[in-house]
Structures are given as C-alpha cells and as structure tokens.
Nanobody, 125 residues
Framework: QVHLVESGGGLVQAGGSLRLSCKAS????????LGWFRQAPGQKREFVAA????????YYADAVKGRFTISRDYAKNTHYLEMNALSAEDTAFYYC??????????????????WGQGTQVTVSS
C-alpha cells in the first residue's frame, strides 16, 4: 500500500511558476514509475509528465515540454513537478501517481496503481 499526498498548488499569474510536491508513505521501496496528470473542468484526465524509478528517464506531454520538469528525491520519498511559464491552459486539478511495473508499464496512460487526491492549480491572466 502506497499513500500519495500532493501539495504546492495555488493561484499564480500567467508567466509565473509553481512547484508541486507528491509525498509518498507506506511501502515506498518498490521501483515505481512516478507521474503527474491533470484534469480541467469538463475534460478527461490527461498525462503531464512521468519519471522512471531510477530517475534517468523522463516523459512529457507535448503541451508542457520545455516548461515543466519532473524530478524525485529518494531521501524524502517525494517527487516534484516544477512548472514554469504558466498560462491559463495549465489551470487544472493536478494528480500524482505511482505505477507498479509488475502491473503495467504505460507511464503515459492513466492506469496507475496509486493516486493522490490532487491539488488545484489556477493560472490567472
């Protein structure tokens, strides 16, 4: 069992930056892939970014490439999403997830094994 809690969301002006954190607890020693997804009102949840358990491979949605950076801190059992040059299209509820490779390996899909409850990011114009 892995429990994930997001933090760092809030209101930011267009062009600004935020860093989201996803703190894991429970059984955190497995080699999970880690990801971030977002869901805007009336929209489906969409992939944003992912990182392999070793932190050497990253994946990004085209909409955020060059602006967002995913990373992880093993000592803190936390992974992050650094978001820069934010615009209104980035406004959404952001979720972090953990993917057990024993059950699936599509890190850009939405069938992660564990999810946080999400944190709201609102970008004002």
């Amino acid at each position: 069992q892995v429990h994930l809690v997001e933090s760092g969301g809030g209101l930011v002006q267009a062009g600004g930056s935020l860093r989201l954190s996803c703190k894991a607890s429970g059984r955190t020693d497995d080699h999970y892939g880690l990801g971030w997804f977002r869901q805007a009102p009336g929209q489906k949840r969409e992939f944003v970014a992912a990182i392999s358990w070793a932190g050497q491979t990253t994946y990004y949605a085209d909409a955020v490439k060059g602006r967002f950076t995913i990373s992880r801190d093993y000592a803190k059992n936390t992974h992050y999403l650094e978001m820069n040059a934010l615009s209104a299209e980035d406004t959404a509820f952001y979720y972090c997830g953990a993917l057990d490779p024993r059950t699936g390996n599509d890190c850009e899909g939405d069938e992660y094994d564990y999810w946080g409850q999400g944190t709201q990011v609102t970008v004002s114009s």
